[in-house]
């Protein structure tokens, strides 16, 4: 009985086919799902994906309103119709390029690390309202008694990339995952002392949604601990 037992998971594994259908916002959209769509893809050649990249809002609002199979988000909020699974913490940092870079560094150098008091004279660039980054950014400063309008703002972009973009360029400085970085050459990361803003990734979808084979089998892959820790271990 336990051969045949594994003959027929085996034939079923084969035969996992079909797209699943994902809304992600760009973090976990851009970075993340890469890691957890190629193994699995691997492993059932015959499962495809189509993928969205979104801001969190718009991707909440695809869920609920039977868009997407599954999304993929930075926050979340309460709705009866919307499960949510919490797959890996984040944390934001500080991102810096020449000029600003220095400036930070003898910071650093000057009174052992940065604190939020030292950057309200940086110019920063942000994402856009809708953004899970910034919406965790905003309620990180509100628990620090400050406001992001207290921050010299030059500039708002739509992308992470973007963000990153202008960083590089020396235009500004900003905050954004740490996941973003990779092996990022021309930016600097810093951790600000008072100000460690973090959140969770999460896994969305409609509570009345009935998932294909192979989304309930991507559902699963993406939950396993030992997927999501792995790639907490390389990316950050």
């Not at 797959?87 to 000057?110: N, Q, R, T």
């Not at 896994?203 to 009345?208: E, L, N, P």
Request: charged fraction near 25%; hydrophobic fraction near 40%.
């Amino acid at each position: 009985m336990k051969e045949r037992a594994k003959e027929s998971f085996a034939k079923f594994n084969r035969t996992i086919a079909g797209e699943v259908v994902i809304q992600a916002s760009q973090t976990p959209g851009i970075y993340l799902l890469p890691h957890w769509v190629a193994p699995y893809q691997k492993k059932y050649p015959k499962s495809s994906f189509k993928i969205s990249i979104y801001n969190t809002e718009q991707v909440l609002s695809g869920i609920l309103n039977y868009e997407a199979e599954l999304g993929f988000v930075g926050s979340i909020k309460e709705s009866e119709k919307l499960v949510s699974r919490p797959l890996l913490e984040d944390k934001l940092v500080l991102i810096g390029a020449s000029p600003w870079k220095e400036e930070l560094e003898k910071i650093v150098a000057d009174q052992g690390g940065i604190y939020l008091k030292d950057l309200l004279n940086f110019p920063f660039i942000f994402r856009t309202e809708g953004s899970a980054t910034r919406k965790v950014f905003e309620q990180t400063l509100e628990a620090n008694g400050r406001n992001i309008e207290d921050l010299n703002i030059i500039g708002q972009v739509d992308s992470l990339e973007g963000v990153k973009n202008f960083v590089r360029q020396g235009l500004a400085v900003s905050f954004v995952s740490v996941f973003s970085l990779g092996d990022e050459q021309k930016i600097s990361k810093f951790n600000i002392e008072d100000l460690k803003p973090k959140r969770n990734f999460y896994v969305i979808y409609h509570k009345d949604r009935v998932f294909s084979p192979t989304c309930e089998r991507f559902l699963a892959f993406v939950q396993d601990e030992n997927i999501t820790n792995k790639d907490y271990e390389v990316l950050s």
